[in-house]
């Protein structure tokens, strides 16, 4: 991912100012990351926090939240803007947490530029660090087949709600519920809500994923 850090460093700023800001976030996004929030029992990291603005959303919900990005600019300017929380260079493959510690993972449009061949790695990472029960929210961009597109900053892909309810199931999630979101001029987008399966039902089958509209 030395490549996607590259490319992310170099538009950092420019990122961070059309981005980097609640203000700039779909109001059914907020919604549906605040309703997760209010269930998570437990410390939560902010996966690919990017300029941080999630994490101190979720900081501002009562939560312990930390922020991790693999691109140090971003690192810096969130430590700026948030000077009350915390954040920490780092990469979504190895995280830098106790095993079983993490109440919850959110995971907003940050694994879009993992190939597919390789999506299991951080989902795994994920799995780890949360202890049994606990909740990933994973946003990204959907489409009715894995494939891959230009996005501004690297290449980038997008899955289908099925496509990846698999392989969270492979890395031991159930899906608790699925949303999708398809906005005039934007590309269709969507979010998957998963459990970490616990030691003792590691064998179940994954709860079937309902869709569902945002209201927004």
């Known amino acids: 991912m030395d490549g996607i850090s590259e490319a992310y460093s170099r538009r950092a700023v420019e990122y961070s100012d059309l981005f980097g800001s609640m203000h700039a976030v779909h109001p059914s996004d907020?919604?549906?990351v605040a309703d997760w929030a209010?269930?998570?029992?437990?410390?939560?990291?902010d996966a690919g926090c990017g300029p941080g603005h999630w994490t101190s959303f979720l900081a501002d919900r009562g939560l312990a939240a930390r922020g991790v990005d693999l691109v140090p600019q971003f690192i810096d300017r969130a430590r700026t803007a948030y000077p009350g929380v915390s954040f920490e260079v780092g990469s979504l493959d190895a995280l830098d947490v106790d095993t079983g510690t993490v109440g919850g993972v959110l995971s907003w449009y940050s694994l879009i530029h993992h190939d597919p061949s390789s999506i299991s790695s951080p989902l795994l990472e994920f799995h780890r660090v949360l202890s049994p029960g606990g909740t990933l929210l994973l946003g990204f961009f959907e489409s009715p087949d894995i494939e891959q597109f230009d996005h501004a900053v690297a290449p980038a892909y997008r899955w289908p709600v099925?496509?990846?309810?698999?392989?969270?199931?492979?890395?031991?999630f159930d899906v608790i519920e699925a949303h999708t979101r398809r906005t005039k001029d934007q590309r269709p987008q969507a979010a998957i809500i998963a459990?970490?399966?616990?030691t003792s039902s590691s064998g179940a089958r994954p709860a079937p994923a309902p869709s569902r509209q945002p209201v927004g």
Do not use: W
Not at 38 to 45: C, L, S, Y
Not at 195 to 198: A, E, K, Q
């Open 162 to 172: 099925g496509g990846l309810t698999k392989a969270l199931a492979s890395a031991g």
């Open 38 to 45: 209010d269930d998570v029992e437990g410390p939560v990291i």
């Open 30 to 32: 907020r919604q549906l």
């Open 195 to 198: 459990r970490r399966r616990s």
